[in-house]
Nanobody, 115 residues
Framework: QVQLVESGGGPVQAGGSLRLSCAASGSIGGISAMGWYRQAPGKQRELVATISMSGRTNIVDSVKGRFTISRDNAKNLVYLQMNSLRPEDTAVYSC?????????WGQGTQVTVSS
């Protein structure tokens, strides 16, 4: 079983920055990718960014140039650096890992961007 613990969310003013962290522990063998989703109130969950074990990244167009995903394979950590935050970035951000073709989710951390 994999456990995911997210941190780094909170309130921030528009234009500010936050860095989200996610630590994976437990049965971490077989993890092929890590990433972040977000879900705003009344909206569908949206894939924000993913990163493979080899470091290949995929970032949704709406945050390209503002958000960066990175990982520390040795420590089983994944980060989401969020710059130039906008009110529309307000959401619960959840870390996930893909392990043996199954996705495992963290509980999420709230990011609130005020104008």
């Amino acid at each position: 079983q994999v456990q995911l613990v997210e941190s780094g969310g909170g309130p921030v003013q528009a234009g500010g920055s936050l860095r989200l962290s996610c630590a994976a522990s437990g049965s971490i063998g077989g993890i092929s990718a890590m990433g972040w989703y977000r879900q705003a109130p009344g909206k569908q969950r949206e894939l924000v960014a993913t990163i493979s074990m080899s470091g290949r990244t995929n970032i949704v167009d709406s945050v390209k140039g503002r958000f960066t995903i990175s990982r520390d394979n040795a420590k089983n950590l994944v980060y989401l650096q969020m710059n130039s935050l906008r009110p529309e970035d307000t959401a619960v951000y959840s870390c996930y890992v893909r392990r043996w073709s199954a996705d495992i989710w963290g509980q999420g951390t709230q990011v609130t961007v005020s104008s």
